[in-house]
């Protein structure tokens, strides 16, 4: 409950803009109690960000277990999937532009890059050129898509049916060609 309201607080109000007072009277509980299971609050958000991590980790395993999708239908389950990350998505990009956890945004694309490239062994690095061309054509655009995925379409006054149609042929066009 602790982390859940963080998450909704930090995405609404920004991490600077949200405090740990704030968070405690919102979810119903006493300060020293987040205390307790929290060292501070970039604490707090490291462990936000380290469940979406884990989370991410367990959802790209079993889509390339279990789906034979082809590359479309993939980004768009991917798409129907981040939707519910959007607060995490969106704070991880507000938040990756500060020195302190900026390296949350790249360790997620890590794993992303990882797990789309099929490689086994977690541990091993991506090769930088790979790395690079998937982070800024692939990992960004997806997570940027997300983030602003409503605020667009109320901009363009189309569904969101529509605009993820028009994102995918785009992206699989700009991406995979």
Not at 43 to 70: A, G, P, R
Not at 83 to 93: P, Q
Request: glycine share 2%; net charge negative.
């Amino acid at each position: 409950m602790i982390l859940e309201t963080a998450e909704d607080l930090f995405s609404r109000n920004g991490f600077e803009g949200t405090s740990v007072d704030s968070i405690a009277k919102k979810a119903n509980v006493n300060k020293a109690l987040i205390y307790y299971y929290f060292e501070n609050k970039e604490d707090i958000l490291s462990s936000i960000f380290l469940s979406v991590q884990e989370e991410l980790i367990e959802h790209l395993k079993t889509e390339i277990s279990e789906n034979k999708l082809d590359v479309r239908n993939k980004l768009k389950n991917e798409i129907i999937y981040l939707r519910g990350k959007k607060n995490v998505i969106s704070l991880i990009l507000m938040e990756s532009l500060k020195e302190k956890q900026g390296n949350f945004l790249f360790k997620n694309a890590e794993i992303a890059i990882k797990n789309n490239q099929s490689c086994d062994d977690q541990n091993m690095m991506v090769n930088e050129k790979i790395y690079l061309k998937e982070f800024f054509t692939g990992f960004i655009p997806l997570l940027n898509y997300i983030a602003f995925e409503d605020k667009l379409c109320q901009y363009l006054n189309c569904n969101k049916d529509e605009a993820m149609n028009y994102f995918l042929e785009s992206f699989i066009s700009s991406h995979f060609k």
